[in-house]
Nanobody, 120 residues
Framework: QVQLVEDGGGLVQAGGSLRLSCAASGRTYAMAWFRQAPGKERDFVTA????????AYADSVKGRFTISRDNAKNTVYLQMISLKPEDTAVYYCAAGNTEMGTALSDFAYWGQGTQVTVSS
């Protein structure tokens, strides 16, 4: 069983930046970030393969968000710039048992979530 602990959420003005981190208690393979706004489904944001070579992004965040990982620390990061009010959501870190994935079902382990609020 892998435990994931997110950090780095908060309140930021539109156009600002935030960096989220997610530390895993053990080795993981694909890792990803999803987000869920109030009253909406949990949506894919970005994912990264174990090697870090493969990444995937939702169209809505391309060019603004960057995912990276440090396998020595079992940690994945999400750098977010040019934040918009529509980025407001609870952000969830996820880890899977395969090399890469982008669907909810690809990930077996989930963090507790961290709130990101972007004010206009």
């Amino acid at each position: 069983q892998v435990q994931l602990v997110e950090d780095g959420g908060g309140l930021v003005q539109a156009g600002g930046s935030l960096r989220l981190s997610c530390a895993a208690s053990g080795r993981t393979y694909a890792m990803a970030w999803f987000r869920q706004a109030p009253g909406k489904e949990r949506d894919f944001v970005t994912a990264i393969s174990w090697s870090g070579i493969r990444t995937a992004y939702a169209d809505s965040v391309k060019g603004r968000f960057t995912i990276s990982r440090d396998n020595a620390k079992n940690t994945v990061y999400l750098q977010m710039i040019s934040l918009k009010p529509e980025d407001t959501a609870v952000y969830y870190c996820a880890a899977g048992n395969t090399e890469m994935g982008t669907a909810l079902s690809d990930f077996a382990y989930w963090g507790q979530g961290t709130q990101v609020t972007v004010s206009s």
